[in-house]
């Protein structure tokens, strides 16, 4: 995985002006790719993978919006999280005016403490072109 040092430029955090790994990411792997090379490792045809992914997707979105946890084998853990004002007396708390968004909690799967997604992960600062 590529990094490059990053200088922190948010006054507010106290961190701010201290350096900091970022990850570099060069390019998005779209659903079209990851159909074909699912495909080509299962010795299947891409429209059924395809297919499969988007009945995957929309099964997977309707437990999430639904307030459900999906755990997906070898993989982890994805739910939604409410990210809202705080308020000094719940009974002043409305929806409307403090929810300010929903945002999607991904936990990988871990095994005796160990997760199978960041094994193996070795680090390149980035050349500077």
């Known amino acids: 995985m590529k990094y ?4 922190e ?3 507010t955090l106290p961190t701010f002006g201290k350096y900091k790994a970022v990850a570099v990411h060069n390019q998005t792997i779209d659903s079209k790719q ?3 090379e699912t495909a080509q490792r299962m010795g299947t045809d891409s429209a059924n993978v395809y297919g499969v992914l988007l ?3 929309a099964v997977v979105n ?3 919006r639904a ?13 939604l999280e409410i990210e809202s004002e705080k308020v000094d007396d719940p009974k002043t708390f409305r929806a409307k005016k403090h929810i300010r968004g929903v945002r999607l909690h991904f936990i990988p799967e871990s095994y005796k403490g160990s997760q199978d997604l ?4 070795k680090f390149e600062k980035e050349k500077k072109g």
């Open 67 to 79: 307030g459900d946890k999906v755990r997906l084998p070898d993989w982890g853990m994805m739910k």
């Open 34 to 36: 990851l159909v074909k």
């Open 4 to 7: 490059r040092i990053k200088k």
């Open 55 to 57: 009945s995957m997707a």
């Open 118 to 121: 960041y094994k193996d992960i």
């Open 62 to 64: 309707s437990h999430l």
């Open 9 to 11: 430029t948010k006054p």
